[in-house]
Each structure stands twice: as structure tokens, then as C-alpha cells.
């Protein structure tokens, strides 16, 4: 019930937040959320139009900063930690 809450409490700013951290990596679950938002929309809690484009952008952000993550800090884990799943260095 607490996330139900932060909807309440924070709105929009909660749905773009929830999004951008749970994408990112930490465990808040999406498409629970996203479920919410959608009931909320439907009993007019939210405009339709603007919990689409919260949540997008949301989204988009949220991959944009993993893509980042990925880019910058990827070889870095590959080289030191690959060797326990497998994965060896290019030659």
C-alpha cells in the first residue's frame, strides 16, 4: 500500500521517478506501477495524456542512464569479473 501512497502523496513526480530508478536497477516493480498509473488514469486521478508522456520520458531516462552505465563502466566489469561467468579478454 505504500506505493499506492507515493502516488497520492507525489504524483507524477513519483511515476517518473519510480520509473528511472526501477530501470536503472534498483527492485521497484515496473509493471506493478504501471498498473497502478493506468487505474489511477481510469478514475480520473491522473490526465491521460500527461501519465503517458511521465511515464515515457520516465522510461527513456531511465535506459538512457543503464546505456551509460553499460558504456562507460562495461569493460571495466568484463575485464575484472568475466572470468567467473566464462568471458575472457580480446586479443
Known amino acids: 500500500m505504500e506505493l499506492v501512497q507515493q502516488f497520492f ?3 507524477y513526480i513519483a511515476i517518473f521517478l519510480m520509473l528511472v530508478l526501477g530501470i536503472v536497477g534498483l527492485p521497484i516493480p515496473d509493471e506493478v506501477m504501471m498498473t497502478i498509473v493506468g487505474h489511477f488514469t ?3 486521478v491522473f490526465h491521460y495524456e500527461v501519465a503517458i508522456l ?3 520520458v520516465g522510461a527513456l531516462l531511465g535506459m538512457f542512464i543503464s546505456y551509460m552505465i553499460g558504456r562507460k563502466a562495461g569493460h571495466f566489469f568484463i ?3 568475466g572470468k567467473w561467468i566464462g568471458l575472457k579478454k580480446r586479443e
Open 42 to 44: 481510469n478514475i480520473g
Open 79 to 81: 575485464n575484472k569479473y
Open 9 to 11: 502523496n507525489y504524483g
Open 54 to 56: 511521465v511515464s515515457f
